[in-house]
């Protein structure tokens, strides 16, 4: 095919507006009249119906992905569906997506020259990669940082997990779904910090 699609991974940490990009450029494209799907793994089901949703307010219908998904299969029936191609599959919380669901995106790049938008973030509370986001990092043809800044004013690199105190969590399953009560962007600093704080405070002897 003559059509030449792309691969974008657009990251960042909690709050730094990935999801208000997303459906700002779904906006823009339904302005223009450009053929788009949106779509978002359905571990994070916290709005419970199919929509991508910003801390902002604003909100668009998806489509969910499974972990069993093929989106190569999905394209494909899809395809066939609408008669013609589809320009740009806009993709949220990519970071759960499967490395195997990522390859199935490239391929629908490679055979079909849609374009294919993955937002997410880059690392978990630990600061450890996600596989999907670890896929998109080995593959991607384009990738972009969405940068925020930290209450210290350096740039948010940690998606740190907190409890009810507002502690940092050391342990725990990587994914955990939550909004601000959960999770707050912190620059490696003062990650560092506040677990070396939180640390001597708990060796502390008892009097």
């Known amino acids: 095919m003559n059509r030449k699609g792309k691969l974008y991974f657009r990251y960042g940490t909690m709050g730094s507006a990935k999801t208000a990009l997303l459906l700002t450029t779904a906006y823009n494209f339904e302005e ?3 053929r788009y799907v949106c779509l978002k793994p359905i571990i994070d089901n916290r709005n419970k119906n199919n929509v991508i949703k910003s801390r902002i307010g604003i909100e668009r219908e998806c ?14 029936e899809l395809f066939e569906k609408t008669m013609s191609a589809i320009d740009w599959f806009l993709i949220d919380e990519a970071q759960f997506l499967t490395p195997e669901q990522v390859d199935q995106l490239s391929r629908i790049v490679d055979d079909y020259g849609s374009n294919v938008i993955c937002y997410g973030l880059r690392t978990d509370f630990k600061s450890r990669l996600f596989e999907g986001s670890r896929r998109l990092f080995e593959i991607a043809d384009s990738i972009d940082e969405i940068k925020s800044t930290c209450t210290c004013g350096r740039k948010t690199i940690i998606n740190a997990r907190i409890d009810a105190s507002g502690d940092f969590v050391e342990t725990g399953a990587q994914v955990e779904i939550g ?6 962007a912190v620059c490696r600093k003062c990650w560092r910090n506040k677990r070396i704080e939180q640390a001597s405070r708990d060796t502390l002897p008892f009097i």
């Not at 489509?63 to 494909?76: E, H, M, R, V």
């Not at 909004?179 to 707050?184: P, S």
């Open 63 to 76: 489509q969910w992905i499974y972990q069993d998904t093929d989106l190569y299969q999905f394209a494909q």
């Open 32 to 34: 223009r009249k450009m």
């Open 179 to 184: 909004g601000d009560d959960r999770y707050i």
